[in-house]
């Protein structure tokens, strides 16, 4: 039996919009992008949604937005992907890494709350996995410091604190005491990469909470300028009789959505209900395959909080590297390829010569060492799942 890890889920209608925009003849960032927006807002309960090209690219410009850069410091997890942290480093802020909690792999809250200092100006919490972090717990750690807080721009001003930041990548449609992911933090960056629950092959997208004092629309309007160049006007407003006119207001970037991209991700959220619905499914299987093993299994679901169930998480209890690898390698050769999720930062060569190391962060590692994550997507059968628990149960001695 051959099963592939995160193959995305494609069907006719993903086919049919697509096709639709091609024989539109506006394929880049144009009325479908901004649909897709809308429905996102509408999904996640926000008055606004931005559509760029990646969820790196929309945490990258939240920071620009918010003014942090050169002299300021960005706490983040240790125990993430780069994405979390590099977007710290491309505005030229200083990267503040947190360990997780022991056995968890959330941000040491009591650590978190160390680590502000006068220099800090936002953290970005990472939803691993499509679990929700205790937001209500970061922001009572935030307004306990407020008294730190040295503004740098008008909406750093109004919001008053540290800014939160969710690094929602795997989290969308997640829930955590009756509110969506997106509603949330002050600002949430989505991926809708090629292996994540809902897909427009590269994209992502940014949702808000309301700010007081703050116009919205004028927030759009910031990230608009940002993602394409600092252009006063995008080409769908340029194709207007007449409207050729543009300025460039400042030397901006370029990480736009295209309507091609948007078209996928609409067709998608058609589908998003039932695709969380499987995903619920295949997690209560493993579950039940997997309850009499000795391993420690992330929850997904619980009476405050739902995750949108993105990555199955596994560790190998009272087992170290060298057996989680050889582990993995014995499910490869009966055709289940697995993964792992993630190595901390501290142990990449990137991370390392920013002055980080792992005897630091001693709980992200004692996560990382044994841990394995297991194909969970819309594609698998319920054969499949079987065949990947009795194989598993079959391996692990």
């Not at 008294?147 to 800014?163: D, S, T, W, Y």
């Not at 395959?289 to 391993?295: C, S, T, V």
């Not at 142990?347 to 010569?353: D, E, G, H, R």
């Amino acid at each position: 039996m051959k099963i592939l890890f995160s193959p995305p889920d494609i069907s006719d209608l993903e086919i049919n919009e697509v096709v639709d925009t091609l024989k539109s003849g506006w394929i880049t960032t144009g009325p479908k992008t901004k649909l897709f927006e809308q429905k996102i807002a509408e999904y996640t309960n926000t008055k606004r949604a931005v559509a760029l090209n990646s969820a790196t690219a929309c945490m990258e410009l939240t920071l620009r937005l918010l003014g942090i850069g050169e002299g300021d410091e960005v706490i983040t997890s240790a125990y993430t992907y780069t994405a979390s942290a590099s977007v710290i480093e491309h505005v030229g802020a200083k990267i503040v890494l947190v360990d997780t909690a022991k056995d968890s792999y959330q941000m040491d809250y009591e650590k978190l709350e160390q680590a502000i200092t006068e220099r800090t100006k936002a953290i970005i919490a990472v939803d691993l996995a499509g679990v929700m972090c205790d937001y209500d717990k970061i922001y009572e750690i935030v307004d306990r410091k407020k008294h730190l807080f040295k503004p740098k721009n008008k909406i750093q001003e109004a919001i008053g604190r540290v800014i939160v930041i969710a690094d929602a990548a795997h989290s969308f449609g997640a829930m955590r005491n009756g509110r969506k992911s997106g509603e949330v933090a002050d600002f949430t960056s989505f991926s809708f990469h090629a292996v994540k629950n809902l897909t427009t092959a590269e994209g992502g997208a940014v949702t808000w909470k309301e700010i007081e004092g703050i116009d919205s629309n004028e927030i759009y309007k910031e990230y608009m300028l940002l993602s394409l160049h600092g252009q006063s006007k995008d080409a769908l407003s340029k194709t207007r009789l007449g409207s050729w006119e543009y300025d460039i207001i400042y030397t901006g970037y370029k990480c736009n959505m295209t309507d091609i991209m948007a078209s996928i991700g609409l067709a998608q959220l058609k589908r998003y209900a039932e695709l969380l619905k499987i995903r619920k499914r295949i997690i209560e299987m493993y579950n039940e395959g997997l309850k009499d093993l000795n391993l420690h299994i992330l929850e997904h679901y619980g009476n405050n909080f739902c995750s949108s169930g993105h990555l199955y998480l596994v560790r190998l209890l009272g087992k170290d590297e060298k057996y989680r690898n050889m582990f993995i390698e014995k499910m490869a050769e009966k055709g289940i390829p697995t993964n792992v999720h993630y190595k901390p930062l501290p142990l990449l060569t990137a991370y390392k010569k920013l002055g980080f190391k792992i005897e630091d962060y001693p709980n992200a590692y004692n996560m990382y060492k044994n841990e394995v994550t297991l194909p969970l997507h819309t594609l698998l059968t319920d054969e499949q799942v079987a065949y990947i628990i009795n194989t598993f149960v079959e391996i692990y001695k």
